[in-house]
């Protein structure tokens, strides 16, 4: 089993639907993260939790929800999205958002590739 | 000018060659500095973690830090066409500061 696990691998979702993406972390981690990533791009930081305290908002679009309701499960919650928002989403995991730099080491999953239509 | 560069490529040498990938940076705060590998459809995998200047060797990878220059480098020997991916160099400064990511290098070793 992987340290962090995404779920669905795969979703193809209309501008007027609601998903949601589910990240879960078997690492023992506190801190936990949602990137995008767009072809040709650097990754864009959109959330960090650490302790459950959402402690970084990259001003992300309010049609991107996020919750986290234990350091081991993060949510992202998809509503009214646009064609341009279709990208590979990841979940990361670290050990202590505010420890970055000391040691500190992100953990990927696979990845929720969306395709907004 | 962008926090991180890196040339997106691609590269393709043939198995066998040694590979050189390069980032470079215009914040003198970074002081940790990873390699991320990703393959087609999967997460980046961390491959190399370095701090401050100096070299790394972790089996075929070397891990270069040139902070005076602000560059970074990751070598591959003996290049295999497992090694085929797309490398992400990252980067971070101290207590708090996001880590940073470049675009990558997307990399193909031919048989």
């Known amino acids: 089993e992987t340290g962090v696990t995404q779920t669905p691998r795969h979703l193809v979702m209309g501008m007027t639907n609601k998903k949601s993406l589910k990240c879960e972390q078997h690492l023992g981690h506190n801190a936990m993260y949602w990137y995008k990533q767009s072809a040709k791009k650097p990754l864009e930081l959109m959330f960090v939790?650490?302790?459950?305290?959402?402690?970084e908002n990259n001003s992300v679009p309010s049609r991107f929800s996020p919750e986290c309701p234990n350091s081991s499960h993060l949510f992202l919650h998809l509503h009214t999205l646009q064609p341009e928002d279709s990208a590979l989403y990841l979940c990361a995991s670290s050990q202590d958002s505010q420890r970055q730099g000391n040691n500190e080491k992100l953990f990927f999953g696979s990845g929720t590739q969306l395709s907004v239509l | 000018q962008k926090e991180v560069e890196q040339d997106p490529g691609p590269l393709s040498v043939p198995e066998g060659a040694i590979v050189s990938l390069n980032c470079t940076y215009s914040n003198s705060a970074f002081q940790y500095f990873m390699w991320y590998r990703q393959y087609s459809r999967k997460g980046p995998e961390l491959l190399m973690y370095t701090y401050s200047s100096g070299n790394k060797e972790d089996g075929r990878f070397t891990a270069q830090v040139d902070k005076s220059s602000k560059y970074i480098s990751l070598f591959i020997r003996d290049s295999q066409p497992s090694d085929s991916a797309t490398y992400l160099c990252?980067?971070?400064?101290?207590?708090?500061?996001?880590?940073?990511f470049g675009p990558g290098t997307r990399l193909s070793v031919l048989p």
């Open positions: 939790y650490n302790f459950k305290e959402q402690t």
């Open positions: 990252a980067m971070s400064g101290n207590y708090g500061q996001n880590f940073v």
